[in-house]
């Protein structure tokens, strides 16, 4: 979790919002910094949290974790945290038949038609306990990544069927959140990656947009994140709020600045 | 199941252990360090693999890609467990370069070797591979040394050379090198013996396509589907992934696959814009989670400036660990630009992993041009004084000094 962050977005891990989709996009960069940041935030902020992490493995966001104050092996052990580990399941799926449905069994099949096996896994881990134990506040749905998904051999409306499910479970159903992650493939003609973020884009309540710096690689300033908030239900006549700031990636955290006013330029 | 991870850094106290199989469902890039978690007290030993090494910065294990200047711009080297895609140059020149001096660092390094092709026999890649550089006055040592069986006193002159002076009582277990990265004469075939020594499977496409799958038909083509098939079976067969109780594997599979993604593998994505458009992208999810769960690198050259759907090379890339682009001259008409004019082509860096951490190792000049010399294959820096192109010069020579030249 980044404090800077934090108070850009206005939060702390205990005054959380519930029943909001965050959409995390990067272009042109790497944006996998806000999925840390998440993961970091809900977990102190006592949330049940289900991560689907189909692009890099448990050890790695253990590590990056553990800089960031919070430890997913200690997590996953008292129940906080369920992980679905993409890239170890996968080799477990593709070479042996398995007995019962798995999440990631369109991996196997020629034409998965939908999503259906991650669906039922996602709501069976965030199934609310009531037997009295330390209920936890709300459930969290983290992905990352939405894009791999495509690659996968899914269409764009079956990710988007399965987001859609996931939202009326999670988030209207037991009031939690959900934070996504999609690749913008920028000026690549990716149709279907297109389609997923525009789709996306209209559920959300908030968008976190990485972009790569239009003039090219800086050593000082890494990129630059726009902040969008939305309310998809309502329609508003005033204008969403928007903001936009640049920021450096460090060892443990992320500064954040205004355009313009890196501390190397200064 | 509990599989012990056999395998570790140096003598230094804090590396990177990369465990696969055990109780808790480690994979891989766990690093050992005095606040180590539970999972890591089943692991009683570090035992030094020859040929690698832990990155500086997040400990992570590292091999060498064959160049050492390429090591130094990708951060120390290839870490195991992840993915290296060259996308060709256009007549494929400098890019099969690369690929045989991954293999060659492999056999040099006594790492197990797993070549996979569609165009060329293995066997025949492995005889072209370059031969080892020596410095001269090693090599008088060394003719001396191959007549007359002398023994290990002599170890202290054969630096670069150890393996030569092995030749004559062919050892079969590791042994430590001393050197990271090595260099290749590129006008040199590697001598036979050092290849018959080493150990290496090949996987010739158009011999194993007509045996039968024994996995039902998913969107992958049947290139890929056997391909995956023989890598998991060697990864398990000699007990790479630390699951196998009778082999304890101490040795790193460097994975190299030729032309991923050509016609030659049955995939269209080459010929047509509507080709199957998912197979390539799940092989790489799924050799990634294989490469994840053991002791492998992989370096993969595909002819991406023949792929007609843009969409799937973003793709690629977003799947691929570190991704590096080759773009020769020959033919463009960048050959006669005086800019240009001593180089052979351009390497683009296009991305690095971040991996175990937030930032990376990341070399702040973008422009590299590399050139081949009549031995050598050296990356330099490109400076764009053409009106100086004679005067001073700054650059990273092969065995990366910095150099000023005036």
């Known amino acids: 979790m980044f404090p800077e962050l934090n108070n850009l977005l206005n939060t702390t891990p205990d005054r959380a919002e519930q029943g909001k989709l965050t959409l995390l996009c990067d272009a042109n960069t790497d944006g996998s910094f806000l999925v840390h940041h ?53 080799v477990d799926v593709f070479f042996r038949a398995q007995a019962e449905p798995h999440p990631l069994q369109f991996l196997r099949e020629a034409n998965a038609e939908n999503l259906q096996p991650l669906y039922e896994f996602v709501r069976e881990a965030l199934k609310p306990v009531d037997d009295g134990e330390a209920a936890w506040r709300c459930p969290v749905l983290l992905v990352d990544d939405l894009s791999v998904l495509l690659s996968l051999g899914m269409g764009a409306v079956a990710v988007l069927d ?7 479970t ?60 939305r309310t998809p239900s309502q329609p508003t006549t005033q204008r969403d709020q928007s903001l936009t700031y640049q920021y450096k990636i460090q060892d443990k955290s992320v500064s954040f600045f205004a355009k313009g006013m890196s501390p190397a330029v200064l | ?43 009683s030993r570090l035992v030094s693999i020859a040929g690698t090494r832990p990155s500086v910065r997040n400990g992570q294990l590292l091999v060498s890609t064959g160049l050492p200047a390429l090591d130094q711009l990708l951060g120390g080297g290839l870490a195991v467990g992840t993915v290296l895609l060259i996308e060709e140059d256009k007549y494929n020149i400098y890019s099969s370069l690369l690929f045989k001096y991954f293999l060659a660092e492999g056999i040099i390094n006594g790492h197990t070797l797993l070549v996979a092709s569609a165009k060329e026999d293995p066997a025949d890649i492995l005889q072209e591979l370059p031969a080892p550089l020596l410095d001269d006055n090693f090599k008088k040592d060394f003719d001396e040394e191959a007549c007359n069986h002398k023994t290990a006193e002599s170890n202290i002159k054969m630096k670069i050379a150890w393996r030569y002076q092995l030749l004559p009582k062919m050892e079969a277990g590791p042994v430590s090198s001393s050197r990271f990265g090595h260099y290749y004469d590129a006008s040199k075939k590697m001598p036979q013996e050092l290849i018959e020594a080493s150990k290496w499977h090949g996987f010739f496409f158009p ?6 799958l024994n996995i039902e038909p998913c969107s992958l083509t049947h290139g890929y589907i056997k391909l995956l098939q023989f890598i998991q079976n060697i990864i398990y067969e000699e007990g790479f ?10 040795n790193i599979l460097r994975i190299g696959i030729q032309n991923l993604g050509s016609p030659l593998w049955g995939d269209d994505i080459c010929c ?17 989670g294989l490469l994840r769960t053991s002791l492998s690198a992989c370096m993969i050259t595909m002819p991406t400036h023949l792929i007609q759907n843009k969409a799937i090379i973003s793709r690629v890339t977003n799947l691929s660990d570190t991704v590096v682009g080759l773009e020769s001259f020959i033919g463009s008409e960048r050959e006669t ?39 050598l294959f050296t990356i330099e820096f490109l400076h764009t004084n053409t009106d100086r192109v004679n005067t001073e010069k700054t650059f990273i020579t092969s065995d990366f000094r910095v150099i000023h030249v005036f």
Request: overall charge positive; charged content about 20%; glycine content about 8%.
């Open chain 2, 272 to 288: 047509t814009e509507n080709g199957n458009s998912h197979s390539l992208t799940k092989f790489l999810y799924v050799l990634r």
């Open chain 1, 162 to 168: 399965f987001i859609h499910y996931c939202r009326a």
């Open chain 1, 170 to 229: 999670v988030c209207w159903e037991r009031k939690g959140n959900i934070v996504a992650l999609v690749h913008d493939s920028g000026d690549t003609e990716d149709e279907e990656n297109n389609i997923l973020l525009n789709g996306l884009s209209h559920q959300s309540h908030l968008i976190l947009r990485a972009e790569g710096l239009a003039t090219g690689f800086c050593r000082d300033v890494h990129g630059q994140l726009r902040i969008l908030w």
């Open chain 2, 207 to 212: 011999e194993k396509s007509s045996s039968t």
């Open chain 2, 241 to 250: 992934d630390g699951s196998n109780p009778q082999k304890k594997q101490k």
């Open chain 2, 1 to 43: 199941m509990a599989a012990v991870a056999t395998c570790g850094t140096g003598a230094g106290s804090t590396g990177s252990v990369v465990a696969a199989g055990s109780k808790n469902h480690v994979t891989s890039f766990q690093r050992r360090g005095p606040r180590a978690s539970g999972s890591d007290s089943s692991y």
């Open chain 2, 337 to 375: 630009n005086p800019l240009y004019k001593d180089y052979h082509g351009l390497i683009h860096i296009r991305q690095i992993p971040r991996l175990n951490n937030l930032i990376y190792d990341v070399s702040d000049v973008k422009d590299l041009a590399f050139k081949l010399k009549r031995k």
């Open chain 1, 38 to 90: 998440f993961l970091s935030f809900y977990l102190k902020a006592n949330c049940k949290v289900c991560f689907v992490a189909l692009i890099q493995s448990f050890s790695h966001y253990n590590i990056v974790g553990q800089k960031l104050g919070v430890s997913l092996t200690v997590a996953r052990e008292c129940g906080q945290l369920v992980f679905l580990e993409g890239l170890k399941s996968s």
